[in-house]
Every structure is written in C-alpha cells, then in structure tokens.
C-alpha cells in the first residue's frame, strides 16, 4: 500500500459541515493526538486487549439555548468511502453533562434514561472500539459531542449513526471533540 494511502488522511469530517461555535468536552480515558489505552478498542473485531469500552466524557461551556446533547464516534480515516461509525447517542437530556467509561458498551445501563442508543457500522447499538486494518496507519476516532436545539430529534431504535449526522446538520447549535489516535501493527 502507498503511502499516500495509509491513515491518517489530511482532511477533518467536520470541516465539511457549517461553522458552528465550540465549547469544551474532556476525558479522563482518551486524550487528542494520543492512541487509546487497550480497553477502548476492539474485543469484537478481535484487537488483544480489547474490550469495546467507551471513554469517559464530559462538557461544558454549551450555548444556553441547548436542550439535548448527541455524542458520537467517527473514523474518517476507515478505507471505505464513508469512514466509520463507532457509536451514535442522541437525546441525551441537557442536564446530563457527562457520560461515564462504559456507558456506550453494550449490555451497560449507564446512558441517561431518555438517552437513545442508535446502530454502530458494525451493525449493532453501543460502542465498537478501535480497530483500523492491520497495516493502514494510524485513525483518528473522532469523540464528538454535539448541543442539539430540540429535547428529542424524533429518532427511533432503528435509526443508523448516519442518519442521526444527517439530522444533527440541521439541530447542532455548537460541537466539541476530542480526537485520539489508534493503530494496529502490520502483522
């Protein structure tokens, strides 16, 4: 593969995507520029030390006219046209400020009651960790957490992360994010 092709691609998704004001979401797991720790990536897709554990988040400093939060994790740099989905939360009640480690791992009841957790593009609801093709370079996992200007984006359990992009395009009032890194060695 040519260099010109392995992670990570000079582009940021949201760049795209109208200018909006920002405001501040931190972690006590995950860090900008620095790979994961073992735990956030990947048990399903098979990574050693993996157990699809999503980091813990919190913000502050969103507009006031904020009613609901969504917090998503996007791979642009996954070799496949629409990058990757890893995980996708919507209605998240504006008095929920911060989301502990392990609240998007399937099987957790860690979300906030109201919270709506939607498909991954692994094909199931929660978290999927990280886990880019062996080789490729290193990915950027996009931590996002957006204030959405309504309590609810009317989504139901069925909806894709895509989907609730394309609906967060027309509600966020503002987004933050933290961005960290992973790579998986060429074997």
Known sequence: MSESRRAPFPFNPYD????????????????????????????????????????QLAWSGFPAETKSFAVTCYD??????????????????????????????????ALPKGALTLGNSAGFPGFVGCAPPAGHGPHRYFFVVHAVDVESLGLDAGTRAEVLGFNLFFHTLARAYVVPTFEVAAA
């Open 76 to 109: 642009p740099d996954a070799p496949t046209a629409s990058g990757f989905w890893h995980w996708a939360v919507a209605d998240i009640p504006v008095s929920v400020t911060e989301l502990a480690t392990g609240a998007g791992t399937p099987g957790s009841d």
């Open 16 to 55: 795209n995507l109208p200018e909006l004001p920002t405001f501040t979401v931190t972690s006590t797991d995950v860090s900008d520029g620095v790979p994961v720790p073992a735990a956030v990536s990947s048990k399903a897709f098979g990574v050693p030390g993996g157990e699809d554990l999503s980091p």
